[in-house]
Nanobody, 113 residues
């Protein structure tokens, strides 16, 4: 079955960086667009960034210029490089396979002020 496992979350001070990874299995990774979402306490899940199978990317306005989504088809993995982190970036971050419509379980990111 299709599985997505996020890693790389943690606690970081404002202005710091983290790199999230989402490793996939049970799917043909190269054909699937991938996305990162996040959900803060008491808020709806929101789209952070997407990357198509061809490598085209889209970002939420709130993270443009700070976050970078990328993919490594050889490793069946999608990444989210997060720089200049702010307290408002605190959330559980989820990856999603668009083609297979499947979510990972999420990884917590906490940014302290």
């Amino acid at each position: 079955q299709v599985q997505l496992v996020e890693s790389g979350g943690g606690l970081v001070q404002a202005g710091g960086s983290l790199r999230l990874s989402c490793t996939t299995s049970g799917m043909i990774f190269s054909i699937s667009g991938m996305a990162w979402y996040r959900q803060a306490p008491g808020k709806q899940r929101e789209l952070v960034a997407t990357i198509t199978s061809g490598g085209s990317t889209i970002y939420a306005d709130s993270v443009k210029g700070r976050f970078t989504i990328s993919r490594d088809n050889a490793k069946n993995t999608v990444y989210l490089q997060m720089n200049s982190l702010k307290p408002e970036d605190t959330a559980v971050y989820y990856c999603k396979s668009v083609w297979y419509n499947t979510w990972g379980r999420g990884t917590q990111v906490t940014v302290s002020s």
